[in-house]
């Protein structure tokens, strides 16, 4: 029989060591390779909602926009926007041939700040849940 709660506990436990190695790479100029972590724990936090939300095991996907939708969350538009844009960060961690510029530290910081509002809501939401 499938536990739920262990299934959720193992995503947030996960997404929240993937957010501080992503801050800790990002720290030491590490872009592309923080951003893939900070991707990686919105996707796992994501899953953790699907977990509960559907009372069944995340499917193995990476697309944060379709995990949210799986989720039922009620994203608003800004919020959706910011998970395509995450998505990005995906690709560019898994294909080296397709990969873009490396963003400036504004830009990264900019996408920090922005992530971690959306990051720390759905651990909010998870918790109250």
């Given at each position: 029989m499938l536990n739920i709660g262990?299934?959720?506990?193992?995503?947030?436990?996960?997404a929240m060591e993937d957010w501080e190695v992503g801050k800790d790479l990002i720290g030491r100029?590490?872009?592309?390779?923080?951003?893939?972590?900070?991707?990686?724990?919105?996707?796992?936090i994501l899953k953790a909602h699907v977990c509960r939300n559907t009372d069944n095991i995340a499917p193995?996907?990476?697309?944060?926009?379709?995990?949210a939708e799986k989720a039922g969350l009620?994203?608003?538009q800004e919020q959706q926007n910011l998970l395509a844009e995450a998505n990005e960060f995906n690709i560019e961690g898994r294909y080296p041939?397709?990969?873009?510029?490396?963003?400036?530290?504004?830009?990264?910081?900019n996408f920090m700040v922005r992530a971690e509002e959306i990051f720390k809501w759905l651990i909010k939401q998870l918790d109250h849940q």
């Open positions: 262990k299934q959720v506990e193992y995503w947030r436990n996960g100029n590490r872009f592309r390779h923080g951003l893939f972590f900070l991707h990686l724990a919105l996707e796992k193995p996907i990476h697309n944060l926009v379709r995990l009620g994203l608003t041939e397709l990969l873009l510029p490396v963003p400036t530290q504004e830009e990264v910081n």
